[in-house]
């Protein structure tokens, strides 16, 4: 009986203590609500293009310092690296942000609004983060804060600052592709990686997320049409490679709608430039044609390309033409592993609410996360940004976008929930 108490009694006193050091865990992420503002306002006003976050990279390495935090810098160029140690070993968690912005013009009407320019493939451009990246550095910093200050848990935490999300410029390789080369998640070796997206058009205290397939794999691809020159009164002395183009790009649309069995996953095939020509009455020689290609089964990627490959010099010899193809092998599907997802399900509900977390279908996006997940389990999710109530929702990579700051608290929270379930399971 003596022996049932005393279980009992330190039953109570682990439980008192672990509520108390939660409500003081939740009160700290709270606290931290203002800072974590204050930081997005000035990446927003000051935002850089991708391998040129020099400014950006050098704030969140001076905060990562502050903290104690062991900080690697130059990672993929111009990422910021961090590394908390628990006070106990355990296991490896990483967590990332994207921190680079786009060469948009801002038009929204904001006090913080951006004025930046800078320049891309030679060209002096406006600068914006029109897809929220700003909020995601801000949300990691006040995570990285949160967790510094209260360390005792068992494990690792890499705080992953990464460059270059939309791509690294012409001739340059940069962004999570780069990372992993670099060995980001080596030294030590990570064995789970956490991600997030903040959204425009989903309300704010939501999450959304996706076992399997979330986002699509992304290709680039190129096709080179030659011909035959004629002056524009005479083309039956061309070879004419923009007719052979249209029906390449027609043709192109044939394997998705009656090849691809769309019920099982989609895909989208789109061209996106067309250049041929310099006047009205000259037939060109040559036309350039690109698109992108967006699916979510490796299978199906690999079907479509070879149908690709198949069916455009097929059809430009039909012109008498010839065509060539090119296609890079782009991003990966961001795949979250299914195990981990279910395994963290109960981690994003105590943080969001059930009510306020859902499931969501496959979204034909493309997201440079998918490099860490072919590595290491990776579970990536939405944040909603919306304004509840309101009616109109910018789209991301627009001049008019827009994020309601007071959603960003629950990406600290998540993030923080994240950490402490997965180490400590």
């Given amino acids: 009986m003596k022996y049932t108490t005393t279980l009992l009694f330190s039953s109570v006193l682990l439980f008192t203590t672990f509520a108390k050091a939660q409500t003081n865990l939740d009160k700290e ?10 930081w997005r306002r000035d990446f927003h006003q000051n935002p850089e293009l991708g391998n040129r976050e020099f400014n950006t990279a ?28 628990g006070k106990r070993k355990g296991k490896v968690v990483a967590l990332r942000a994207d921190i680079d912005a786009l060469p948009v013009k801002e038009r929204a009407d904001l006090p913080f609004k951006s004025t930046a320019m800078g320049e891309y493939q030679g060209n002096p451009v406006p600068v914006m983060h ?13 995570v990285a804060e949160v967790l510094a200050k209260n360390n005792d848990f068992a494990g690792t935490v890499k705080f992953i600052f990464q460059p270059a999300e939309e791509g690294a410029p012409p001739g340059e390789e940069g962004g999570a592709e780069l990372m992993v080369k670099e060995n980001v998640l080596k030294n030590p070796d990570v064995d789970a990686i956490f991600g997030l997206h903040i ?29 035959k020159q004629s002056h524009g009164s005479t083309p039956w002395t061309s070879r004419d490679p923009i007719m052979a183009a249209v029906k390449i790009i027609d043709g192109l649309q044939t394997i998705i709608s009656r090849e691809i069995p769309l019920t099982e996953e989609a895909a989208v095939l789109s061209i996106g430039q067309i250049n041929a020509g310099v006047r009205s009455n000259i037939i060109p020689e040559e036309v350039h044609i ?27 010899a039909a012109y008498r033409t010839e065509a060539t193809l090119t296609i890079p092998e782009g991003y990966p599907i961001t795949f ?27 979204i034909t996006g493309a997201e440079d996360f998918s ?24 789209p991301h990579h627009t001049p008019d976008f827009y994020i309601d700051e007071s959603g960003m608290l629950l990406g600290v929270k998540t993030f923080v929930q994240l950490t402490h379930d997965y180490l400590g399971q």
């Fill in 29 to 38: 992420i709270t606290a931290i609500e203002s800072k974590v503002i204050e």
């Fill in 130 to 142: 029109a897809c929220g990246h700003d909020t995601h550095i801000a949300i990691l910093m006040g």
């Fill in 371 to 394: 490099f860490f997940q072919k590595e290491v389990p990776g579970l990536y999710f939405f944040l909603g940004g919306k304004t509840p109530g309101s009616t109109e929702a910018f």
């Fill in 290 to 316: 690109v698109g992108t290609l967006r699916t979510l089964d490796y299978d199906m990627q690999a079907f479509i390309n070879q149908r690709m490959k198949e069916m455009i010099p097929a059809i430009a």
């Fill in 58 to 85: 050098d704030k969140i390495a001076k905060h990562l310092k502050s903290l104690g935090i062991k900080v690697q810098t130059g990672v993929a160029k111009t990422g910021v690296v961090g590394i908390l140690e």
């Fill in 199 to 227: 959204g425009s058009g989903q309300d704010v205290n939501t999450i959304a997320y996706k076992p399997g397939g979330i986002m699509a794999a992304s290709q680039s691809f190129e096709i080179h049409v030659k011909g």
């Fill in 336 to 362: 979250n592993d299914v195990a981990l997802t279910a395994q963290m399900l109960p981690s994003l509900e105590k943080a969001a609410g059930k009510d306020n977390v859902s499931v969501i279908k496959a």
